[in-house]
């Protein structure tokens, strides 16, 4: 808020009056962010649908295909990848955005290997390289909604989580999915942190597990993952706030009773098990109607309204027909 209005000031002062060329500009901004919320300011469906953006040459390349899973590349432009590699939240490796770009590089992402187990026929561990082989790898581009209030549009290169667990074939006694990921204190200094409760775990219904938006990811902007971003796979939920996704998965265990997850144990009334991502319920401490997109800084950036589910309604609403969303946060 102004400064003069809090203490009581309604009349513009002067450096409010708006210049001509300054309400002229917006107005253009206004046609442009109009356009935003449409989703094509800048970036085309043409350009969307193509490749989704040039490899930033850092890391070694991931070959993908385009995804034609329905809702799986969005219109939106993507986040630099600077801006994705160095606002982070990865909190084995501390708790400023800026941590893990700066203390990631002691994880070790080979050899790697993820452990599926628990109510499934045929558990199994499975090697990175052998996971990396299991399904077509495909680009695909989400949006990212952190539940702190911030967006992100990051081009990943993965296949849906189905595909594998399809292959340990999930017994009748499978509802949910637990999803747990290394705690190494020799490799990440934030363990030695009582944040949370480590290692970092996770939930989903088995529906939601299922779905072929949920993403088993490897890479970002047509590379391997940065370590950072949760090297050498990780979970990516687009329509859940982004504490779903949890990074550097080492186990992945079919359960019968619905998981409690690292933040819910932090912060039971903060974060719920579904947290869908929902502009109408609040975080009991800050407004969930709107975010920040990182990267729109500038003057003229404004907050973009939150959408329900994050935009991905039409694709995964129906598996929370009936259900209190109030209630189920
Ligand atoms: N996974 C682990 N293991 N540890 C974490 O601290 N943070 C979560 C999620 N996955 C986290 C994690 C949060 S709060 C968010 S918003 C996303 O990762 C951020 O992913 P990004 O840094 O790739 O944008």
Redesign the pocket.
Same mark, same amino acid.
């Given at each position: 808020m102004h400064p003069l209005k809090d203490r009581g000031y309604q009349h513009p002062i002067s450096s409010e009056i708006t210049p001509r060329e300054a309400w002229q500009s917006r107005r253009q901004w206004l046609q442009a962010a109009a356009l935003a919320g449409t989703g094509l300011a800048g970036w085309t469906a043409r350009e969307a649908l193509a490749q989704p953006a040039s490899p930033p040459g850092k890391l070694p390349r991931l070959a993908a295909t385009r995804s034609g899973v329905a809702g799986a590349i969005v219109m939106d432009r993507p986040t630099a990848y600077e801006d994705?590699t160095r606002? #982070?939240?990865?909190?084995?490796f501390g708790t400023d955005k800026g941590d893990?770009n700066r203390l990631a590089g002691s994880l070790q992402t080979r050899p790697w290997t993820v452990s599926i187990e628990g109510a499934v026929h045929k558990p199994r561990s499975f090697g990175i390289d052998d996971l990396l082989k299991l399904a077509p790898l495909e680009d695909r581009i989400y949006r990212?909604r952190?539940?702190?209030g911030w967006s992100?549009v990051?081009p990943w290169v993965g296949y849906s989580l189905a595909q594998l667990l399809r292959q340990v074939e999930p017994t009748g006694n499978a509802k949910y999915v637990e999803f747990v990921?290394?705690a190494n204190p020799a490799q990440m200094p934030g363990l030695r942190r009582g944040v949370?409760d480590w290692?970092?775990h996770e939930g989903l219904r088995l529906d939601e597990a299922m779905h072929p938006l949920t993403l088993l990811a490897f890479g970002l902007y047509g590379e391997v993952l940065p370590k950072? #971003?949760?090297a050498p796979v990780?979970l990516v939920v687009p329509w859940k706030?982004?504490?779903?996704?949890?990074?550097?998965l080492v186990k992945i265990r079919l359960v019968e009773q619905q998981p409690v997850s690292s933040?819910t144990q932090a912060a039971p009334s903060e974060y719920g098990f579904y947290s869908n991502v929902n502009p109408q319920v609040d975080h009991p401490r800050w407004s969930q109607a709107s975010e920040r997109r990182i990267g729109e800084d500038g003057l003229f950036a404004r907050k973009r309204p939150t959408l329900m589910f994050n935009g991905y309604e039409a694709q995964v609403g129906s598996l929370y027909a009936g259900m209190d969303l109030k209630k189920y946060y």
């Amino acid at each position: 808020m102004h400064p003069l209005k809090d203490r009581g000031y309604q009349h513009p002062i002067s450096s409010e009056i708006t210049p001509r060329e300054a309400w002229q500009s917006r107005r253009q901004w206004l046609q442009a962010a109009a356009l935003a919320g449409t989703g094509l300011a800048g970036w085309t469906a043409r350009e969307a649908l193509a490749q989704p953006a040039s490899p930033p040459g850092k890391l070694p390349r991931l070959a993908a295909t385009r995804s034609g899973v329905a809702g799986a590349i969005v219109m939106d432009r993507p986040t630099a990848y600077e801006d994705i590699t160095r606002y #982070n939240n990865f909190y084995e490796f501390g708790t400023d955005k800026g941590d893990p770009n700066r203390l990631a590089g002691s994880l070790q992402t080979r050899p790697w290997t993820v452990s599926i187990e628990g109510a499934v026929h045929k558990p199994r561990s499975f090697g990175i390289d052998d996971l990396l082989k299991l399904a077509p790898l495909e680009d695909r581009i989400y949006r990212l909604r952190c539940v702190e209030g911030w967006s992100m549009v990051i081009p990943w290169v993965g296949y849906s989580l189905a595909q594998l667990l399809r292959q340990v074939e999930p017994t009748g006694n499978a509802k949910y999915v637990e999803f747990v990921t290394l705690a190494n204190p020799a490799q990440m200094p934030g363990l030695r942190r009582g944040v949370l409760d480590w290692p970092y775990h996770e939930g989903l219904r088995l529906d939601e597990a299922m779905h072929p938006l949920t993403l088993l990811a490897f890479g970002l902007y047509g590379e391997v993952l940065p370590k950072q #971003n949760g090297a050498p796979v990780r979970l990516v939920v687009p329509w859940k706030y982004g504490f779903k996704s949890a990074k550097s998965l080492v186990k992945i265990r079919l359960v019968e009773q619905q998981p409690v997850s690292s933040w819910t144990q932090a912060a039971p009334s903060e974060y719920g098990f579904y947290s869908n991502v929902n502009p109408q319920v609040d975080h009991p401490r800050w407004s969930q109607a709107s975010e920040r997109r990182i990267g729109e800084d500038g003057l003229f950036a404004r907050k973009r309204p939150t959408l329900m589910f994050n935009g991905y309604e039409a694709q995964v609403g129906s598996l929370y027909a009936g259900m209190d969303l109030k209630k189920y946060y």
